[in-house]
């Protein structure tokens, strides 16, 4: 697999699993469940590979990471190793491997000021360039396009580095010491969120996973949305209204 040579910069916290916390915490972060669509099992092997080191990642339920909580997917198997912790792999199941790949998430969240992503790819790319990106939308009209950056701010799970920069916060936050990691993203949404719902979430997956030459292919773990305040303007036309 094709991996960048610039150092990685670690930025490693807790993966242990956290208690629900405070009600003002739970307030601000709501998981987004898209459950229905994740097709692929960390310790499983099919004919697109399996996981490295599988075992050795935290199992399906409430994780804080990097002090936002998640949820991840899956079915812990009472005394065994984690068995189904899922996410939603962007492959070539159905046809050409080169083929786009869309996932779209329906959702219906107010005043969403920033989501928080765990998200690897499962091949590298050339640093620098991109073949993920996401696309949020509003119910009144509000769009957002972000595009990710191989060792910017996405790199692949096992072996992977990265060198972060730009408008989209990322931290690792998992490190199992034998190569592979997990890594938090965060992107802010522009302010016109503050006063929409957000109800729809695209993952845009351009890469290719089959022959030579493959890169990227996301895999997306988890997704948080952090909730804001509505905008000074829509708290004055709040008011009004209720007088």
Known sequence: MLLPTLATIVLLTTTAAQPAGTSHESERFVPIDFADEMNIYLDRK?????????????????????????????????????YGWNGYYANARYGDGRKPRTLVIK????????????????????????????????????????????????RDYNHGHLRPHGAIEVAEVFNNHLGQHMDRQTIDLPDDFLDEHLIEIRLIDTGRNRGHGAWSRAWLIALTAELGSMSAAAQAGARTTSH
């Open 107 to 154: 959702t219906d969240l107010p005043n969403v000021d920033a989501v928080h992503t765990i998200m690897q790819t499962f091949w590298s790319m050339p640093q620098g360039q991109s073949a993920v990106a996401m696309e949020f939308i509003g119910s009144d009209g509000a769009r957002a396009h972000v595009a990710f950056s191989a060792g910017v701010n996405i």
């Open 46 to 82: 099919d004919r697109f590979g399996g996981f490295h080191n599988s075992a050795t990642f935290p199992r399906p339920g409430r994780h804080d990471l990097g002090g936002v909580p998640f949820v991840l997917g899956g079915t812990a198997e009472s005394g065994e190793i984690t």
